[in-house]
């Protein structure tokens, strides 16, 4: 449709689109109206559950992984990157906004690197593998569990990872941020 616009403009320069190119820019401006009401939906739903959580079992910070540099699989990655970190955000401001509407700090929300996290030790500190499960010790890319060769420990890869995201030491002092690195 782009290349459709182009054109027009190169031979119409400063006459308006026709109807047919009109029709396509109000659907696709509706799908994405759509897509932004559902984002908002979405995030405001887990930001619910997640606070209420946070409430019961009386947490007093939240510590979340900063995926601004997640990469989608499959499809355009600009797309799934913008679709992705802009869902991300809306959660984390949503749950900021609804922990200070409660009474909490501002400072009770804060975003880490999640670089290594998944494969450093929480114990030791060291670099260990992916494995397949908790009794193998030969890596396996994507692997369930962690293991560590220097303590011999087994551990559930995201248990491993959200231990590292909760001591993660190079936080800054601003709420919501990282120190980049």
């Keep these: 449709m782009t290349r459709k616009k182009n054109n027009w403009d190169q031979k119409r320069s400063g006459q308006s689109y026709p109807a047919p190119i009109l029709k396509h820019d109000r659907h696709v401006e509706a799908l994405w109206r759509k897509v932004r009401r559902l984002d908002r939906e979405i995030a405001r739903q887990v930001a619910s559950r997640t606070v209420w959580f946070c409430e019961e079992h009386r947490v007093k910070k939240l510590f979340f992984e900063d995926l601004r540099s997640f990469q989608g699989h499959a499809g355009s990655k600009d797309f799934s990157y913008n679709l992705t970190s802009n869902l991300w955000g809306k959660i984390i401001d949503t749950v900021r906004y609804m922990r ?35 009794k193998s010790t030969t890596e396996k890319r994507g692997g369930e569990y962690f293991y560590c060769e220097k303590c011999e420990g087994h551990f559930h890869a995201d248990i491993n990872a959200a231990r590292n995201i909760i001591h993660v030491q190079d936080s800054s002092a601003v709420p919501g941020r990282t120190m980049s690195t």
Excluded at 119 to 130: D, F, I, N, P, S
């Design 100 to 134: 200070e509407s409660l009474g909490h700090s501002k400072y009770s929300v804060w975003t880490v690197s999640p670089r290594y996290t998944s494969q450093t030790c929480h114990v030791c500190g060291e670099r260990g593998k992916r494995v397949e499960d908790e």
